[in-house]
């Protein structure tokens, strides 16, 4: 730009210096305001969350909407974004619990990013137990189970567990114990050779939650009988006496030797008595007492 001048006597200046300017807009930061009110909301299930901001920046900035860390999808279900240059608003419908969480309102322009978070908890029926609903077979009548709490417990403490259980081959559940205060329980009274399924639910004031199930077993012994040992073999045979001795089984079904029990019967007889009065756990015994 340069500016001339002209007197009253119609007679022009030389022109001024001239200086250089850049047009463009003015650069502001986004700036927002949210009714602190609801920067900490709580709604029952089934209920519907609005959550609304004013914002302001130049150029206009890009308004986006965050839960738990990841951008809101304008398809994600039950859940609407609507912006104006000036006002945004985002619309949660038919809560249930995985809707609470921590929600962002991001805006960002050439002049810098600014964020404002909600917190939102839906009062509901907790969630499943975490992980795995693990099942230890004792023997062929008893097992037991354990599990974790639910990581969404609904916005109210889990006050019990419910447990239920069914055989693969029908299809309906029926109750062990509706009122668990752990988090493991011992069963009884199974079916030998029967294949079983459980399942376990939380429970807090505004219901019992969603079921985990555990995988099919058979109600079995985790172990077998062990084979026999081998035939023992004598030595130092006395008129009374007699050293014994054996080899270890091949097999051990499953579960480490602890103890034996030597017996005795006469040539002619057909009874069994027992030589030792406590458990052997030596491959060797001298029995006595004989005739």
């Excluded at 992980?131 to 354990?146: F, P, Q």
Aim: glycine content about 8%; charged content about 25%; overall charge neutral.
């Amino acid at each position: 730009f340069r500016i001339t001048a002209k007197n009253g006597a119609g007679v022009w200046s030389t022109p001024s210096e001239s200086i250089t300017i850049l047009a463009q807009d003015v650069i502001e930061a986004p700036t927002a305001f949210i009714n602190p009110q609801l920067k900490s909301t709580t709604v029952q299930a089934g209920e519907t969350v609005v959550i609304d901001a004013d914002y302001y920046g130049k150029p206009l900035p890009e308004v986006r909407w965050l839960k738990d860390g990841k951008e809101i999808e304008k398809s994600t279900p039950r859940m609407e974004i609507k912006s104006t240059i000036t006002h945004t608003t985002l619309t949660v419908r038919d809560c249930t619990r995985v809707d609470g969480g921590h929600y962002d309102m991001s805006l960002s322009n050439i002049g810098g990013v600014t964020s404002i978070s909600v917190n939102v908890k839906v009062l509901d029926r907790p969630g499943p137990p975490d992980g795995l609903l693990r099942v230890k077979v004792v023997s062929a009548e008893k097992c037991n189970l354990h599990w974790s709490p639910p990581l969404n417990d609904g916005g109210s403490t889990i006050t019990h567990y419910v447990l239920e259980k069914r055989e693969t081959s029908r299809v309906t559940w029926t109750g062990v114990d509706p009122h668990i205060e752990a988090v493991s329980y011992k069963v009884t009274k199974l079916v030998p050779g029967k294949e079983y399924i459980f399942r376990i639910a939380a429970v807090n004031k505004f219901g019992v939650g969603e079921f985990l199930e555990s995988e099919p077993f058979v109600a079995q012994n985790p172990f077998k009988t062990p084979s026999a040992p081998s035939t023992p073999t004598a030595s130092a045979v006395t008129g009374d006496s007699v050293v014994l001795a054996w080899e270890r089984p091949e097999s051990d079904g499953g579960s480490e030797i602890d103890g034996y029990i030597l017996e005795k019967c006469d040539k002619e007889g057909v009874r069994w008595t027992k030589c030792n009065k406590r458990r052997l756990n030596d491959l060797r015994f001298r029995c006595t007492g004989l005739t």
